[in-house]
């Protein structure tokens, strides 16, 4: 790090002296609120949501751009029991994060009394001292008052037990700051707060960030290839209404993204053919839909997504593919991109 001069006294450019950039985490049971508020900080739909737990593979960027700071956010999946290679692997990535990043945001839903989820994941992370840790409680929104400062209090309690002191305890509601969350609060508590309290997160993470200049671009929202992006995109829409069993086997592959030949310039395509590989022929049916209905459904609405994230008009080229077993084969693993 370079180091910090004292104020010089003509005060030009105190922006650039006081200026800090960083990596922050959110971490939390599944379901737990961390890829909406990752969303809903950045602005945009750059890590994928769902109502179903652990649909977050890849470690996305989402990055925070602000005046005084530039934040960012390394989206991880839940820490949980393995019980395939995948899992083991998982739970790898999310501790090899925790002791890489400057700050830790621990989510825990305010609707949901602690469980032994999130005491189990709390003593991780009072096992890993030197990173500062930040309690959020998300969806504030369905819960009253009464319910949620329970929360803080069972929350700071919970600290105290383990030994560990939380930089922060921050309410949150990512509903009505997020582009595209779309869900209806439950009306209960002060729906429409929700990018003040975003912001208010922000605020509060800035000042545990390292002094440094930007070290992004302005206005880069993702250092994820958008190859990846867009295969997140396209597993959301796959995993939507599917059954229980099915979540863990769905993988998507984007092969080829290219603009279309012979286009005038004005009126741009761009082909995507993509791969969504599941691990039995069985589950080919539940996928593809009577006469291909779901299928066609899933390349509509995420083909949506993808436009207005790529900014172009496109076409979504997918198959469904059999790799069988593929969570339990390191090669396979490899080649699906964990
Ligand atoms: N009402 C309300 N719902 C929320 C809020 N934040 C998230 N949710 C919902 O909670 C569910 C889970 O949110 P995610 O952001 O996918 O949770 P996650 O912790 O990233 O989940 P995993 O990827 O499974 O680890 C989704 O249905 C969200 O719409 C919030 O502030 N208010």
Same mark, same amino acid.
């Given at each position: ?43 945009? %739909? ?12 890849? +470690?996305? #960027? ?5 005046? =005084? ?18 899992? /083991?692997?998982?739970? &790898?990535?999310?501790? +090899? +994060?925790?002791? $890489?990043? &400057? ?27 030197? +990173? ?8 504030? =929104?369905?819960? @009253? ?10 929350? =700071?309690?919970? !600290? ?28 209960? !508590? ?29 206005? @880069?929202?993702? @250092? ?11 597993? /959301? ?5 599917? #059954? ?17 030949? &012979? ?16 691990? #039995? ?15 066609? $459904? ?26 069988? @077993?593929?969570?339990? =084969?390191? %090669? ?7």
């Amino acid at each position: 790090m370079v180091a910090m001069s004292a104020p010089s006294p003509a005060e030009s450019e105190p922006q650039a002296t006081d200026h800090r950039a960083g990596f922050a985490c959110f971490v939390g049971r599944p379901n737990a609120g961390k890829s909406t508020l990752t969303n809903a900080l950045v602005g945009t %739909k750059v890590a994928i949501t769902s109502n179903r737990p652990q649909t977050t593979r890849h +470690t996305v #960027r989402g990055i925070v751009h602000r005046p =005084d700071a530039q934040l960012i956010l390394v989206d991880t999946p839940g820490l949980h029991k393995p019980r395939t290679l995948l899992g /083991e692997r998982l739970n &790898d990535v999310v501790r +090899t +994060t925790w002791a $890489e990043v &400057d700050v830790i945001g621990f989510c825990l839903p305010a609707n949901e009394k602690l469980g032994p989820g999130d005491r189990f994941i709390a003593k991780e992370l009072a096992s890993i001292k030197k +990173t500062p840790k930040i309690a959020i409680v998300t969806k504030t =929104d369905l819960v @009253d008052s009464k319910q949620l400062a329970e929360q803080l209090i069972a929350i =700071d309690q919970l !600290g105290k037990e383990l030994g560990m002191e939380w930089a922060e305890i921050v309410p949150v509601s990512a509903v009505g700051a997020e582009e595209g969350a779309g869900r209806s609060p439950s009306g209960k !508590g002060g729906g429409g707060r929700g990018a003040g309290q975003v912001d208010l997160l922000a605020e509060l993470i800035t000042p545990l960030l390292p002094k440094s200049p930007a070290l992004y671009p302005e206005g @880069d929202l993702t @250092d994820e290839p958008e190859q990846v992006m867009v295969a997140e995109l396209i597993r /959301e829409a796959a995993l939507e209404g599917v #059954r229980d069993e099915l979540p863990h086997s769905i993988a998507v592959v984007v092969e080829e993204m290219l603009p279309r030949e &012979d286009r005038p310039a004005d009126r741009p395509l761009l082909d995507i053919h993509a791969f969504v590989y599941i691990e #039995r022929p069985s589950q080919k049916g539940i996928i593809i839909g009577p006469k291909g209905k779901r299928l066609k $459904e899933v390349g509509m609405k995420s083909r949506k997504h993808i436009e207005a994230l790529l900014g172009t008009p496109v076409f979504l080229d997918l198959h469904v593919k059999v790799a069988k @077993d593929w969570q339990r =084969d390191p %090669k396979q693993l490899r080649k699906l991109g964990f």
